[in-house]
């Protein structure tokens, strides 16, 4: 009898291991490891993953039978069966939930699945299982239970499952507006305009500057305020055409890429080249740290190591932060490796990444470019891991399971025996102090291509411009240097620095600060829909008019938004061409893509933004940078305040003068003389790196202790805390003297959508009682879960107080 091991699909500690399943006879020799099963379990039907095969079981009673596969082929690779153990374990998961984080949504969801034939098959085949057509519907090949039959076929690659899309049909696409017109023709009815036809003069200078780009009702209000009222005008006087657009699609699909070659290697470059490509060819693991200054090309050698992997006929990862999955990023890749590339995007529908992850699947792409969730790709034969800007919190996961990308990666380079490359201007601390412990190896890149100088950078102090009585947010020298760059047609970017920074409102008169009625923070203030918004739980309400508390009528608008800077600075600059990039102008699909190929092709003097434009942007023409507050993200109660602003502040100073131009930085500040800011300025990575690691040593904290964060929350506040005791307790008598158990105390939110949160931090270097206590502890607690108390474990916070 063949026995499957089954990981089902109750997230629970007991049920958190393999259950023995008997294979029916007519299934045996057919089901495989990864593949999905439905079976019984206790007194449901639930789904399960197979981690493995075996002719026996030690399982003392009657053994309960599969009922059916849910797959014809493993979902899961070996490899991922082994990492989903590993994982679960290590980040104190369980391994249903990782399984799941693996897959991509499409096959998880309960689409309905055909059959289709690919390939010749016999006519018995055709004529017995097929009925005398192509395709077979799920539901029926189940009903007749012919799925073993079909695993075989599909073995034999003559038969493949697809998803029926049930609002296929639907027509998934918007309203846009472009324009049909030339430009001198626009450029008349530019200068037509009478003097009061203010609107229609703003709408026109954006369709000139859009140069026959087409975008909604929305976008046009959002980028330039342009009201729906004057777009239907534009459309009248037949400025604008009314076209349909697709809402998914892969803004990538259709573009010709045009093809690049390698380009000559610098010495630098060459250098850093020759280190890592010589595990490659020992097919040896090890981890390298490349630091390399902004600008330094570090794509190229990435590009040029892939090409190697490639070369030896083995597949290729590169990670990179979301927010970088720029035109630019992936014209890189496409443009080098052509169709041989899968890009996994956010911007892809469910079913267009289910097509990505097949061509994975299938050996069709052996390059896969793509954020956080892409290290699960199923590449077989992996040569390289490479993860670019690997300082990036993004490649952690906030939620369950709370993994970090770059563990996985090293996890995989080692199942692999490949190289893994972790990639930044700016490593994290952590990283760094790695490689200075020869954990990685530590690979620089010291100088810009070309010898190019990195940007001067000049920081302003605010204090000064407000002695002097200079109110606008901009300081003098960054107004004349942006004057400047104007007059010389050269493009600026400025950057609005609001990393834990939101606008809320104040009553003048009393105080009263409008909350959310869930959880426990004030509401966000959003002027584009009017509202205050949550930005936890998602609660929404208008913006008051008057003082619940004093029926007070002054309200103040606090946290300046990008918006208001914008305004600002179009006050200042009345003929500067300014595209704004935060998250309300970038919100929908595209809409960050579109807005830098705008900037790209010269559309705009200014981008202004949010830190989000921060990373990654290469532009030639680029030679000023201004940051107009360098220090909000210093006031942060995290710990990695200050590595973050340097990094923000050195990403974003590496904007400027990438090409033949050189640069130039403002930043302007209120804390000038803080180091983060100074250590930016001297562009001094290792003086940053010392004196942090210094301070975090001195305060006891990563990369000198290890740290983890449990965190229990219940809708009864009483319930939640005498927990949080419990566990104190528990800690207490079983870790040793040398760790540090901080709290218990409030979560950094205390109360979040109507949840009461509270924790505890635990610092330490060694501690191996650690992980056996903690997973006891989530054991005893599985029946409290059920009653609404969780208790949850990072292994590894990135935030914590
Ligand atoms: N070998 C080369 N030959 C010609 N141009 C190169 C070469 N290497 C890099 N460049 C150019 O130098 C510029 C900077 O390179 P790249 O964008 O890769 O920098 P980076 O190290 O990724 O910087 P950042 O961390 O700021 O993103 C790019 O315009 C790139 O095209
Ligand atoms: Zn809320
Ligand atoms: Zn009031």
Redesign the pocket.
Known sequence: MQVAKVIVDIPAMQTNRPFDYAIPPEMNEKLGKGMRVEVPFNTRVIQGFITDIQDHSDFEGELKEIIQPLDIEPALTEELIALGEDMAEKIFSYRIHCYQTMLPTMLKAKYDKEIKIVDEVSEDIFFDLFHGKDTLSWDEAVSRGILPKLIELKKNGQIEVNFILKNQAKSKTVSVYHSELAMDRLEDEYHGLKKSAKQQKVLLEAILSLNGTALTQKEYKEMFDISPQTIRTGVEKGWLKLSEREIFRDPYKDKDFKRTEA????AE?DEAFKKMNQSLSEEKHEVFLLK?V???????VYLQLIAEVLQKGKTALMLVPEIALTPQMVHHFKGRFGDRVAVMHSALSAGEKYDEWRKIYNGEADVVVGARSSIFSPVKNLGIIIMDEEHESTYKQDENPKYHARNVAIWRGEYHHCPVVLGS?TPSLESRARAQKKVYTLVELKGR?NQRALPEVEVVDMREEFKANNRSSFSMVLQEKIADRLTKRQQIVLMLNRRGYSSFIMCRDCGFVLECPNCDISLTLHMDSKTMKCHYCGHEEAIPHTCPKCQGHNFRYYGTGTQKIEEELQGLFPDARILRMDVDTTRKKGGHEAILSAFGRGEADILLGTQMIAK?L?FPNITLVGVINADTSLGLPDFRASERTFQLLTQVS?RAG??DLPGEVIVQSYNPEHYAILFAQQHNYDGFYRTEMSLRHKAGYPPYYFAALISVNNPDEQKAQRKIHEIHAILKKQLSSGTIILGPSKGSIAKMNNRYYFQILVKYKHEPNLHPTLKKILDDSQKENARGLYISIDSEPVNFF
């Not at 380009?263 to 610098?266: T, V």
């Not at 902004?294 to 190229?300: D, I, L, M, N, V």
């Open positions: 380009l000559p290697l610098s470059q390399g902004t600008g330094s090309g570090k794509t190229e201007a291509f990654g290469d590496g990438r090409a």
